[in-house]
């Protein structure tokens, strides 16, 4: 009986939301890791956070395209192609994962557009992410310790790297569990080749974005430090594809104010967040919030149809009329 009247409440408060309450939105979606199914959330992958399963995201996506919901890319933004009258999902994938590789067939049934935010030195390099092997080292070398003291660990050794450079993040890595650390240790946790990058670049429904070249922590560095690492991350994209790169993911949605002047300054004209929220078509002609778009993480460890009614809908009809004084 709850299912029931969970399902009609669902049921009703779309309508009443498209008929009375409807609003335009862009809403711009994060996601890093695409699993194969629940069985590779193992320590060897890496962090669990932030990744989705195939059926997830084709759950996410058919959620939106069966609601007359456009799937747009950088080009329908700068263009001005968008109606200020209609909704939109601006996928977005961060880091350049070769797990991301098995959203193409999903792309591709749904014709539905995503950006691909790219670290490039990863790419050339071939190193794993370090939250990635803080998290294997730490969880395969518990020792005596409990689930709640390694998650602990974890926790604040991730806050500790998030304030460092990326050379001394490396060299913490490297101290702790040593030079051969830095390699993956599947195609689930590794980054693209430059070859598969280029492949992946030549998809009809993939762009590519900006991403630095050593996921740096862009508050932490100088003018100089971030235009070289902005430029080299942008020369090697430009040499595997012939799009234009013209949109930045902040990584870990870590910004400020004049580090957005430099990058603007550099002809990008879309930079991504982690700030929650929709975004809205009349801002798109503002380039101060055009460089700071909010976005929205996908998580795998949620409902993902919740997920999507909180984004289209963000309403309950039952909680509406039980709020009302008759």
């Given amino acids: 009986m709850r299912r029931l009247v969970k399902n009609l409440n669902h049921y009703f408060s779309e309508k009443y939301v498209s008929n009375f309450r409807f609003r335009p939105y862009i809403q711009t979606i994060l996601i890093h890791k695409i699993y194969k199914n629940r069985d590779e959330l193992i320590p060897e992958n890496g962090a669990f956070l932030e990744g989705v399963d195939i059926s997830q995201l084709e759950a996410f996506v058919s959620y939106f395209v069966k609601r007359g919901v456009e799937f747009i890319n950088e080009t329908d933004i ?27 067939d999903i792309l591709e049934k749904y014709k539905v557009k995503a950006t691909f935010m790219i670290s490039t030195n990863h790419v050339k390099e071939q190193k794993a992410f370090w939250w990635d092997i803080l998290f294997r080292e730490i969880k395969l070398n518990k020792g005596h310790k409990t689930d709640a003291e390694i998650n602990n660990t974890i926790h604040s050794k991730n806050l500790m790297l998030y304030r460092m450079k990326w050379q001394d993040q490396e060299d913490f890595i490297k101290d702790n569990f040593g030079l051969r650390s830095l390699d993956p240790s599947s195609d689930v946790d590794r980054p693209m080749t430059e070859s598969e990058l280029r492949q992946f670049a030549s998809h009809p429904f993939v762009t590519l974005g900006n991403h630095t070249d050593n996921h ?11 235009i070289s690492s902005i430029k080299s991350a942008e020369n090697f994209l430009n040499s595997v594809t012939s799009q234009q790169i013209c949109s930045v993911s ?24 982690v700030n929650s929220g929709r975004n809205n078509v009349s801002e798109l002609s503002d380039t101060h919030a055009l460089m700071r778009l909010n976005r929205v993480v996908l998580s795998g ?26």
């Fill in 78 to 104: 700068l263009e001005d192609k968008l109606d200020p009258n209609k909704q939109y999902i601006y996928l977005t994938f961060d880091d350049g994962y070769y797990n991301n590789f098995r959203c193409l």
């Fill in 301 to 326: 460890f949620s409902d993902i149809e919740q997920q999507c009614r909180n984004i289209h809908i963000g309403f309950s009809l039952y909680s509406h009329l039980n709020s009302l004084k008759w």
């Fill in 250 to 273: 902040y990584p870990h949605g870590l910004y400020n104010d004049a580090c957005v002047n430099i990058i603007s300054k550099l002809g990008y004209r879309i930079g991504v967040t």
């Fill in 216 to 226: 740096l922590n862009v508050t932490l560095y100088d003018a100089d430090e971030l």
